[in-house]
């Protein structure tokens, strides 16, 4: 099968299921959540720590990965175990970044650390949004708004970018995608609130659509300058003509924090 082929095949399975879940919430949403934020770990772990090994053989770091996936799902249950994963991602920061190798070798537990961040804490924030009231629909506008501003940006950049944005992080990126894509974001924050009835005014959801298309650009980029230090194209290949999970969650994992703050402040 071409890329493409394998892309839509993937589209064709993986859109349905997204939506079904995000659509169910619950349990549903909150093992669904999970289980990609255990596969994003395995990717995670993998590319710091043995890029140039086959990826089952992370698998051997699953019990201490699975902290970040447990938090996850924990997140459906009580905010607190938020606290739980935080202080799990502090303890192993202390083991690797003290200088003294008496627990051994420091790299895996700064990497379980980050990983613990990244994949715990804030895609937990996917369920936190879910989870509350009109979760729904707040869930959506985060996740289309952020389709929005990839596709914005990277439909303007391939056709009159000319002024790269950050060459050595990510060449393609340029600043013409950039603007883009922002317009694109704005927009999709603006049309969906008033699509999906939320009761938000338009003055309160400015607010999200001013910083939703500049999270869902540093989360891009801040997946893309990981991949440069790992030394990888792609996370992985565990979705055909995608790359892995991580890949599609650069940017989620950057918004939907900012949509649960947004709730909080604004909203709730």
Wanted: aromatic share 12%; hydrophobic share 55%.
């Amino acid at each position: 099968m071409s890329n493409l082929q394998q892309r839509v095949l993937t589209a064709a399975i993986g859109l349905p299921v997204l939506v079904w879940v995000g659509w169910a919430g619950g349990w549903a949403f909150a093992a669904a959540a999970a289980a990609v934020s255990l596969l994003a770990s395995i990717e995670f772990v993998h590319g710091w720590l043995i890029p140039s090994r086959p990826i089952r053989e992370a698998l051997n770091h699953v019990p201490t990965i699975a902290i970040a996936p447990a938090t996850v799902a924990g997140a459906h249950v009580d905010v607190r175990f938020l606290y739980v994963g935080a202080g799990f991602a502090a303890l192993f920061a202390v083991l690797g970044y003290t200088p003294t190798n008496v627990f051994g070798p420091r790299k895996p537990f700064r990497v379980f650390a980050w990983c613990t961040v990244y994949l715990g804490l804030l895609a937990s924030t996917l369920v936190l949004v879910r989870d509350a009231p009109d979760g729904r629909e707040w869930f959506f506008i985060g996740l289309l708004a952020t389709f929005a501003t990839d596709t914005g940006a990277y439909a303007v950049g391939r056709a009159v970018g000319r002024h790269r944005m950050a060459p050595r992080i990510s060449p393609k990126k340029t600043w013409e995608g950039a603007v883009g894509g922002y317009a694109a974001g704005f927009g999709a924050v603006m049309g969906l609130n008033a699509l999906f009835k939320t009761g938000v005014g338009a003055a309160t959801a400015v607010h999200l659509a001013v910083a939703l298309p500049l999270a869902a650009m540093a989360g891009d980029l801040a997946e893309s300058w990981m991949k440069r230090r790992m030394g990888v194209k792609d996370a992985s290949g565990l979705l055909p003509g995608h790359g892995g999970f991580m890949d599609r969650l650069d940017s989620v994992l950057f918004v939907f924090p900012l949509v649960y703050v947004f709730l909080q402040v604004r909203v709730l």
